[in-house]
Every structure is written in structure tokens, then in C-alpha cells.
Nanobody
Framework: QVQLVESGGGLVQFGGSLRLSCVAS????????MGWYREAPGRQRELVAA???????NYADSVKGRFTISRDNAKNTVYLQMNSLKPEDTAVYYC?????????WGQGTQVTVSS
């Protein structure tokens, strides 16, 4: 059974930081591309950051220079360090594991940034 469990969300003030974690089980973690998505009320789910199994990273333009994605294959964990948070970063953040035609999702963690 595949499980992705996110943690680290919460309420933070404008300009603050949070670190999200996602622990995966039931998959060969190192074989998967890992990503963080977010979904704000009334908006479509969007890619925030991705870390391929080969080590490449990419970011949404809106978070470049503020967010950093990293992974620890020994711990089956992917992280999202979020700095200089803005109210528009408020959303539910989801962890994703992708390989060929397989996609697995976590349950999401709420991030709320107050102004």
C-alpha cells in the first residue's frame, strides 16, 4: 500500500518560514520524481516545485528564490523549505510521487500566511 504523509504546515506571518516534509512508503522512493503541489480555494491545483529522480529541480515562477525542494532517498522523504512567505502562498500543499503513468498523492497539509 502506497502512502505519502505530509507534515509541517501551519499558520505563519507574512515573511515567515515553514518546512514541509513528506514521507513515502510502499514505493521505491529513489525511482520516483517527487513534487509539491498546492491548491488554493477557487483555484486549480498547481505545481510548486519538483525534484526528479535524476536530481533536477524546477519551480513555479511565483516561488523561485523563496522555496527550495530537496529529498533524502535514505529516509524516503522530500522536503519543501518555504521562506519569505506571502499571503498568496496560502493553500493546501500536496506531495506527489510520479513514475511513468503512476501518480500518488498525499492527503495535503494546510499552509496559511497571515498579512
Amino acid at each position: 500500500q502506497v502512502q505519502l504523509v505530509e507534515s509541517g504546515g501551519g499558520l505563519v506571518q507574512f515573511g515567515g518560514s515553514l518546512r514541509l516534509s513528506c514521507v513515502a512508503s510502499g514505493i521505491i522512493f529513489s525511482a520516483y520524481d517527487m513534487g509539491w503541489y498546492r491548491e488554493a480555494p477557487g483555484r486549480q491545483r498547481e505545481l510548486v516545485a519538483a525534484h526528479t529522480r535524476g536530481g533536477s529541480t524546477n519551480y513555479a515562477d511565483s516561488v523561485k528564490g523563496r522555496f527550495t525542494i530537496s529529498r533524502d532517498n535514505a529516509k524516503n522523504t522530500v522536503y519543501l523549505q518555504m521562506n519569505s512567505l506571502k499571503p498568496e502562498d496560502t493553500a493546501v500543499y500536496y506531495c506527489n510521487a510520479h513514475l511513468w503513468n503512476k501518480d500518488y498523492w498525499g492527503q495535503g497539509t494546510q499552509v496559511t500566511v497571515s498579512s
